[in-house]
């Protein structure tokens, strides 16, 4: 019993930093004996909870990094600072999404990531101190912290570059001079965050399955992160990148960045992530299948496959601790500021929607990016109609497992793989919310269409439905199905494999196998089957050759993880950010109510991004005051 009561006051706790900003609600005054924090087992325990509360909540609308992307905009009186700095408003004085120095959000907010590593310090330090608990307790207890520091060390490399190791917390008494840490080259940095997930492993369980205890760290999770860190220390933007950073300097005048390319950065990446595959599978993890009941409304579908196919890809996101998690955020937000409410349709036959805001919309260009039903982008499908793609059709009858046929819509909206249809809603399309099953109706005036004079619309035409549970509904916050956000799936193990191993060594089977677990999901064919084939693929065998290998795994990736919050740092970390998020955004003319009128693309958005100064984003100005042997970070 008392296990099981501390289980839950984990999750309690958790729960409870999503309302307060400042942690020191929560943790014992600083001014305390650090003797009495880390005297008894219920202190020590608050301490390890406080570690878990750095962790970026993805699922907070207006603190979320998942929006900073060209995947998704708002309205332009609802924009969140992820889509602010997305257009170029970031500035060095007061920086937008500091994971430096914390930023403030309606909801949870983000504390500094030095704060957090700096709890985890104290909890490692000092938890041999606590009487009423057992060595082997405290030793996972310490290495759950050693791993939260490590990933928060990534994560401010990620998006610094170039920073302190905080590997133990200086004494109160320690000199001006001591506390004016120094900036480290980057890949001693990558060393330190290795060793420290190694070092975390070694006392860490091998899989947390508890049910109250989902989302701690195990052995699992530490090979995800560790696949990450690898992946991007072998990435261009880190891995001799002289383009960029010749002249970054340290203090001494040594480069922060290595200036030339090292290939066994990504033979190290494979074979991390190999380890990290095997383990995972050995341990129970696999790539998602559905295996529940269909709605009522699916029954009696006739193309079951494509139903199941549906299934297993929505799932394998809302259905809470599945086989593909390998990390789950075990605290997601449980009030009003929740992403899934501001993408959640609202339902006009409700009588209050409150909970459903309708805002949070897929662009065009993620529309275009989703592959044709032969499993080839549109524009390689030889059989696909990609210059009349906004030519508009009626919809034919052989259509109608995922559009109302007899309806008008665009031919962009046809013959398109399932994972469109699972992730994206259009006009005359299949929607599954509030545990219905809608026809969308998206031009002015219409259901689901803009009205006159309301904020809460959907800018683009498209609605986001990959991240929505069918079951949600929207009148009331308690009816939004709440699940652990991904931060880690399987999936992207296999796609992190496959990128590496083809920077590594080129085209291989192990390669194309890699993708098609990915691919098999997605009810599409084998990428060496379909690209060989030259009567549908306008490049044939584009597979064979390490640059069109490369440019269709980065595609796949940029399709399977879509939304999920991956493709600011993986566009930035292949050093292509300039092309991607330096130009505006499109989506359908939402105001008109006549279908010639409504299928017209126009500007919804800008996005703007000065190479190479915004792949790393500022430290706030008053940090270098304070600390004048930092060195800020080119452009800034």
Known sequence: MAKKLKNVLFIILIISFISCNDYLDIVPDRTQEVSLMFEREEAAYTALVTCYSYLPQNDALYATYALLTDEI????????????????????????????????????????????IRSCNLLIENMDRVIDLEQEEKNSWKAEAKLLKAYYHFLLLSNYGPIPIVDVNLPIDASDEELRVLRKPVDEVFAYILQTIDEAMVYLPQRVTTRNDLGRMDKVIAHAIKS??????????????????????????????????????????????REAIDFATGQGVSIYKYSGTPNPYDLNNIQFEFYKTLYDLKYS??????????????????SWWKLQAGALMKNPSASSVEAAWQWVSPTLRMAEMYYSRNGLPIDED?????????????????????????????????????????????????YRGWGE???????????????????????????????????????????????????????????????????????????????????????????????????????????????GLREIIHHERMIELAFEGHRYNDIRRWKLAETYFNSPVYGWSVDETSEAGFYQTREVGTRSFLSPRDYLHPIKSSELTTNRNLIQNPGW
């Not at 602010?84 to 504390?111: I, V």
């Not at 033979?267 to 992530?273: D, S």
């Not at 996101?317 to 449980?334: A, C, Q, R």
């Open 382 to 430: 030889l059989s696909f109609n990609y210059n009349g793609r906004y030519n508009i059709t009626t919809v034919p009858g052989d259509r109608r497992d995922y559009a109302q046929p007899g309806l008008k819509t665009a031919y962009l909206h046809l013959d398109r793989e399932p994972r469109f249809y699972s992730s994206i809603g259009f006009d005359t399309g299949q």
């Open 437 to 547: 099953l809608w026809t969308l109706r998206m031009r002015k005036g219409q259901t689901h269409g803009r009205i006159a004079q309301t904020s809460d619309y959907l800018i683009t035409g498209y609605a986001l439905k990959k991240l929505i549970h069918p079951d949600s509904e929207g009148d009331n916050y308690e009816k939004v199905i709440r699940y652990p956000w991904p931060n880690a799936r399987l999936s992207e193990l296999y796609l992190n494999y496959a990128e590496a191993m083809n920077e590594a060594y080129g085209p291989s089977q192990e390669v194309y196998d890699a993708l098609n677990y990915v691919r098999a999901r997605a009810g599409i064919p084998d990428v060496e089957d379909i690209w060989s084939n030259s009567f549908i693929a306008k490049t044939p065998n584009k597979h064979t050759s390490q640059d």
């Open 317 to 334: 996101i809302t259905d809470k601790w599945n086989s593909e998690l390998l990390w789950g955020d075990s605290h997601p937000v449980y």
């Open 228 to 273: 990450k860190v690898a992946l991007l220390s072998a990435s261009p933007l880190f891995n001799g990148n002289s383009e960029f950073y010749s002249d970054f300097l340290d203090n001494e005048g040594n480069p922060f960045f290595n200036q030339s390319f090292e290939i066994t950065k990504w033979e190290l990446a494979a074979n991390i992530t």
């Open 73 to 116: 905009t708002t309205p332009f009186a609802k924009e969140p600072n992820s889509i602010k700095l997305m257009k170029g408003e970031q500035e060095a004085d007061n920086p937008t999404m500091s994971l430096w120095s914390g930023y403030g959000a309606s909801g949870r907010g983000q504390g500094s990531l030095w704060e957090g």
